[in-house]
C-alpha cells in the first residue's frame, strides 16, 4: 500500500486559519465512510463530508509532545487506516536515546470514525484541532461558568470529571458530565475514557482535548442534527436503558420521610381525594435500620410490615413503589469491600461488595415490591486516593464510580424485576446510559432562578446523550413557595423527560408544600398539569422507548438545528419529542420571548394561531398554560391509560388514543414511530402526507379505539374513529384555499 510522509510540525505553522489546503500540498484521502471521509493534508487530517470541512485535527499528542512527522497506510477495503506517528524521544522518560513510533488506527464505525492507540510509555494524550469558529454543546450538566445558562461552550475552559459539588450554582449537585460533546458544524467528539480531562474549546485558535491516560480512544460521529449523530454514538456505549410505562407519569415523593408508611399512605389517600392522578411513589430516608438512616438496606419500625403498605399503594391507588439508595455507609461498617475514610463508601470494583448489595435489596426491599431506586450521593466527597479491588488508577475513579454505581443498581433491579422497574441519579457519566434510566438535575433553589437555571440543565443533557432528564418540581432547597412558581414549575415539570413532585422542604425543615396547603386554583394547575401527563403517556412512552434513534426526549433546538446560530444560546426552550416546542416561564408576570425555529408553528391551546419560523416572538400564557407550539406536519398520540392512583376515583376506564396529525405543505410527508403501549410495546409507524388535493394518514391496527384528528392551517378537516385491531387508511379532500 502506498505511503506518504508529511512533517506534522508544518501544522503548527501553517496559515490553515480555515482549514484550507495550501496549494501544491500534497492530500490523500485515509478512509471513507458514506459521504463522510478522513483526508491528511499539509500534516492535518481533515474530516469532510461532502466536501465541507466539518473538523480538523491538528495533532494527536501523548506525554504533550506532538509528533515530528506521520506517514499513512489508507484503508483496504472495510479495513483500518494506519498514521504511522514518530514522536520525539523526550516523550520516554525510560530511555532517551531514541524516537518512538506510535501507530494510530483510524477504523470505521457506524456514522463516523475511531482513532486508537495505547503506547506503553504514554500517561497524557491530547487531541488538538484547528478553531474553525465552531460551537460546543455539552460535556457538563451544571451551567458553567457562572451560572449562564447558554448550552454554548465556545471560549471556555471545561474540567472532565465528575466533581459535583459548588455552592455558587443555583442548581447545586446538578452532576451530570461526559467526555463527549456536540458541534453546530455537524459532528460530535467522545474521547472513551473515564480517566479526568479538561477541554479549551475554540481558544486561540485551537480546541484541546486532554485527558490524564495513555490511551487513544477518541470517536468522531457525524450527522446533520443531534438524532443521526447519538444514533451512532448509542451503538458505541449501549442502547439507553428503557423506561417502563409506569415510570412516565407523576411520581410523588417527600424528602424527609419521619412520618414513616402512614404518612406516605396518607399523602396518597388526600391527593386522591383531591383527583390528582400519580403512577408511582418513592421513599427517602430515614426508612431504614442502621448509620445514616440507611446502611441495613432494610425497613425500619416507622415502615415496618413493608409487604402490606406496598402492597396497599399498588392494589388500592396502582402506584409503583421506589426507595432511596447511596453508595455510603457512613458509621455502619459491617459490609465487605468499605473505604476506611469517612464517609465510608463501597467499593463497587469489588465483587465481595456487589454480593451483598444485591443480597440486601433482594432480601428486603425486592421480595416486598420495590420496584427501583432514587439513587443518590455518587459525586460527593470522594475517596479518590484509596485502593480499589479491581486497580483502577486514581485518575480515572471519580468518572468509573459513577458508571459502576449504575451498573450494579442496574443489574440488582433487573435481577429482580426484568424490564419492570427504573432507576434515576442525580450523577452520571458517559457509558451510564445503558444502565440508568433517567437522571434529574440536583438539588435546585426552589427560587425563579432555581427554576431558570434547572431548564437551562435539562438543555445541556439533552446534548449529552441521556435521554431522560427531569427535575425536582417546586425545588429541593426552599419548602413553601408561592404559587405562581409552584405553578410555572409544575407546568415545566409536566413536559419534561421524568416528572416528579416533591411534597416538603429539604430535610423536612421549612413547611411542608402538598398541594393542599394551596389556594383552589393551585390545586387545579396541580391537577390540571397531572392530568396533561397522564394524558401524554402513548406520545411519551413512543419518544422514551425510542430513544436510540431519536435521542433525547427534551431536544435542544441546536441540536434539532444546528445551522441556525441563533439557537446556539438558547436555553429555555426545547424540543418535546418531534412534536411539540416548550418554552416554560421562568420569571414572574406570565411573559417571555420564544424563538421558533424553521417551519409553521401553531398554539397548542388554540390551533388556529399559527406563526412561521426564524423569528421571536412575544407570549403571554396564565397561570393554567405553559407555552407550548405544535410543529407543521408532525403527529402526536394522547389518550387514556388505565393507569396509577386515578382507578380510586375514576373506577374502570377504556383506553383509548387520540392521534392529532397536523399537516404541513404540499409535498411534505412524515410519520411517526408509535409504540403500541396496548399491544405489548409493538412500534408501529403512523404517516402522514399532503398531496396537492388531499391529506392522508395510514397506520397499522393499533390495540385500542382511536380518534384521528386531522388539521391544516389550524383547522380541523376531519375526525374519524376507528376501532381497536382495525388499520387506518385515512385521505381528507383539502378545500382550495388550504392548499
Not at 534 to 541: A, I
Not at 713 to 732: K, N, S
Request: overall charge negative; glycine content about 10%.
Amino acid at each position: 500500500m502506498p505511503r506518504f510522509t508529511v512533517p506534522l510540525a508544518l501544522c503548527l505553522l501553517a496559515a490553515c486559519a480555515r482549514g484550507e489546503t495550501p496549494a501544491g500540498a500534497q492530500s490523500q484521502v485515509v478512509i471513507g465512510n458514506g459521504d463522510t471521509q478522513v483526508i491528511l493534508a499539509a500534516g492535518r487530517l481533515r474530516i469532510e463530508r461532502s466536501g465541507a470541512l466539518l473538523a480538523e485535527v491538528r495533532s494527536f499528542e501523548f506525554n504533550f509532545a506532538a509528533p515530528t512527522a506521520v506517514t499513512a497506510t489508507p484503508a483496504a477495503g472495510d479495513g483500518p487506516a494506519v498514521l504511522h506517528a514518530v514522536y520525539p524521544a523526550k516523550a520516554d522518560y525510560k530511555d532517551g536515546t531514541h524516537d518512538l513510533a506510535v501507530d494510530i488506527e483510524v477504523s470505521k464505525v457506524a456514522g463516523g470514525y475511531r482513532f486508537s492507540a495505547s503506547p506503553d510509555w504514554a500517561r497524557n494524550t491530547t487531541v488538538r484541532l484547528s478553531d474553525l469558529d465552531d460551537h460546543f454543546f455539552g460535556i457538563l450538566e451544571r451551567l458553567y461558568p457562572n451560572n449562564r445558562r447558554s448550552p454554548d461552550l465556545r471560549g471556555q475552559v471545561v474540567d472532565v470529571e465528575a466533581v459535583g459539588s459548588a455552592s455558587q450554582y443555583d442548581e447545586n449537585w446538578s452532576s451530570v458530565f461526559s467526555s463527549f460533546y456536540m458541534t453546530a458544524h455537524g459532528y460530535a467528539s467522545f474521547f472513551d475514557t473515564f480517566a479526568a480531562g479538561r477541554y479549551r474549546l475554540g481558544i486561540g485558535g485551537e480546541t484541546e482535548l486532554y485527558h490524564h491516560t495513555g490511551s487513544l480512544d477518541w470517536y468522531v460521529f457525524t450527522g446533520s442534527n443531534g438524532d443521526k449523530i447519538l444514533t451512532g454514538y448509542f451503538k458505541v456505549i449501549g442502547a439507553p436503558k428503557l423506561p417502563p410505562l409506569w415510570s412516565l407519569g407523576p411520581t410523588g415523593w417527600r424528602d424527609n420521610d419521619r412520618g414513616g408508611a402512614p404518612e406516605v399512605l396518607e399523602d396518597v389517600r388526600h391527593l386522591a381525594e383531591l383527583h390528582i392522578p400519580f403512577t408511582s411513589w418513592w421513599v427517602d430516608r430515614p426508612y431504614s435500620n442502621g448509620s445514616g438512616d440507611w446502611s441495613k438496606m432494610d425497613f425500619n419500625a416507622l415502615f415496618a410490615n413493608p409487604a402490606v403498605w406496598i402492597g396497599q399503594l399498588k392494589g388500592t391507588y396502582g402506584l409503583h413503589v421506589m426507595t432511596w439508595v447511596g453508595p455510603q455507609l457512613f458509621d455502619d461498617l459491617d459490609f465487605p469491600g468499605v473505604f476506611p475514610d469517612p464517609p465510608h463508601y463501597l467499593d463497587l470494583s469489588n465483587p465481595d461488595t456487589v454480593r451483598e448489595w444485591n443480597r440486601r435489596l433482594s432480601t428486603f426491599q425486592y421480595a416486598v415490591g420495590i420496584q427501583g431506586h432514587k439513587m443518590d450521593r455518587a459525586d460527593e466527597w470522594f475517596p479518590e486516593t484509596e485502593p480499589w479491588a479491581d486497580g483502577t488508577d486514581v485518575y480515572s475513579r471519580r468518572n468509573k464510580y459513577l458508571f459502576l454505581y449504575s451498573k450494579v443498581v442496574s443489574d440488582a433491579l433487573t435481577k429482580a424485576w426484568g424490564d419492570d422497574q427504573f432507576n434515576f441519579a442525580r450523577a452520571a457519566v458517559q457509558r451510564c446510559q445503558p444502565y440508568l434510566t433517567a437522571v434529574w438535575g440536583g438539588d435546585v433553589r426552589s427560587t425563579w432562578d432555581g427554576l431558570g437555571s434547572n431548564l437551562a440543565n435539562a438543555v445541556r443533557v439533552g446534548f449529552m446523550g441521556f435521554p431522560i432528564w427531569g427535575s425536582d418540581v417546586g425545588g429541593y432547597l426552599g419548602g413553601r413557595i408561592d404559587e405562581e412558581l409552584y405553578a410555572r414549575w409544575l407546568e415545566f415539570g409536566s413536559w419534561s423527560g421524568l416528572f416528579e413532585i416533591k411534597l416538603d422542604d429539604n430535610d423536612g425543615r421549612g413547611p411542608d408544600r402538598p398541594p393542599w396547603v394551596y389556594s383552589e386554583r393551585l390545586q387545579a394547575v396541580f391537577r390540571d398539569a397531572c392530568e396533561r401527563r397522564m394524558s401524554l403517556l402513548p406520545y411519551l412512552n413512543s419518544i422514551a422507548r425510542t430513544t436510540s434513534r431519536h435521542g433525547a426526549m427534551m431536544k435542544p433546538l441546536a441540536f434539532v438545528w444546528p445551522g441556525d446560530a441563533a439557537t446556539y444560546s438558547i436555553g429555555d426552550e426545547y424540543l418535546f419529542g418531534p412534536s411539540f416546542l416548550v418554552a416554560p416561564i421562568v420569571e414572574p408576570g406570565g411573559k417571555r420571548t420564544v424563538y421558533l425555529p424553521a417551519g409553521t408553528w401553531y398554539d397548542y391551546y388554540d390551533p388556529q394561531k399559527s406563526y412561521s419560523g426564524g423569528q421571536t416572538i412575544q407570549v403571554s400564557e396564565p397561570l393554567e398554560n405553559i407555552p407550548v407550539f405544535v410543529r407543521g406536519n408532525s403527529i402526536y398520540v394522547t389518550g387514556t391509560v388505565p393507569l396509577g392512583s386515578g382507578k380510586a376515583w375514576k373506577g374502570a376506564v377504556e383506553p383509548g388514543l387520540t392521534i392529532t396529525a397536523t399537516a404541513g405543505g404540499v409535498g411534505e410527508r412524515t410519520y411517526f414511530e408509535f409504540v403500541d403501549l396496548f399491544d405489548h410495546d409493538v412500534t408501529k409507524k403512523i404517516a402522514l402526507e399532503r398531496s396537492p388535493d388531499a391529506i392522508s394518514v395510514s397506520a397499522p391496527a393499533l390495540g385500542a379505539p382511536a380518534e384521528v384528528l386531522i388539521r391544516s392551517d389550524g383547522v380541523t378537516l376531519g375526525t374519524v374513529r376507528t376501532e381497536a385491531g382495525q388499520p387506518i387508511q385515512i385521505r381528507v379532500t383539502t378545500p382550495p384555499h388550504s392548499q
